[in-house]
């Protein structure tokens, strides 16, 4: 469990450090949630169920929005305002206005941990795959074994030698 939690960890780490909100993020990938949800252990599952309902929420809004400004309708203004001047003078101020967009100085950065993260992951993976063969091979070779109610002391003994010096060990030094 606590390899688990050390997965988490490390986990919410590196997407803390991305520091960017749901909807700036909402656009950049498709996650497929069922697929993640099965790979995690079940203790972090719920947590993990409401960062799905957060980025749904999220990606709805933003898809929920136009994707261009609805057009002013000048003629309108020009018809209704006493003064036509007027209109068009904030016709040609509102046509010089340049938001300007900020450069994005964030993605190399995050493409750079994600890639970290991606290996950082990958090894674990490896080594829990280790870890899964080493005890893999420790349960067959419990399960070749004879059974226990089969078996005498002896036998028992015959295949693990510092198991049996412990036990000599232990009935020498209580002896009277």
């Known amino acids: 469990n606590a390899e688990y939690g050390e997965f988490f960890q490390t986990f919410q780490h590196y997407f803390k450090q991305i520091n960017l909100s749901p909807i700036e993020m909402a656009g950049r990938k498709?996650?497929?949630?069922?697929?993640?949800?099965?790979?995690?252990?079940?203790?972090?599952?719920?947590?993990?169920?409401?960062l799905r309902s957060r980025y749904e929420t999220a990606t709805?809004?933003?898809?929920?929005?136009?994707?261009?400004?609805?057009?002013?309708?000048?003629?309108?203004?020009?018809?209704?305002?006493?003064?036509?001047?007027?209109?068009?003078?904030?016709?040609?101020?509102y046509g010089a206005v340049v938001v300007p967009r900020p450069a994005d100085t964030a993605s190399a950065g995050i493409a750079e941990m994600e890639s970290t993260?991606?290996?950082d992951m990958a090894d674990y993976v490896a080594s829990a795959e280790e870890r899964i063969a080493?005890?893999?091979?420790?349960?067959?070779?419990?399960?070749?074994?004879?059974?226990?109610?089969?078996?005498?002391?002896?036998?028992?003994?015959?295949?693990k030698p510092d198991l049996c010096a412990k036990i000599e060990a232990d009935i020498e030094s209580r002896k009277l």
């Open 60 to 93: 709805a809004s933003v898809t929920a929005l136009p994707s261009t400004l609805e057009p002013i309708d000048w003629n309108y203004y020009s018809s209704r305002v006493g003064d036509p001047a007027l209109v068009e003078d904030f016709k040609a101020k």
């Open 117 to 119: 993260f991606k290996k």
């Open 134 to 159: 080493q005890f893999e091979s420790t349960l067959a070779a419990l399960a070749a074994e004879k059974p226990l109610k089969d078996m005498t002391v002896s036998e028992y003994l015959a295949d």
């Open 30 to 50: 498709v996650f497929d949630f069922i697929k993640l949800t099965n790979q995690l252990p079940a203790a972090v599952r719920a947590d993990f169920g409401a």
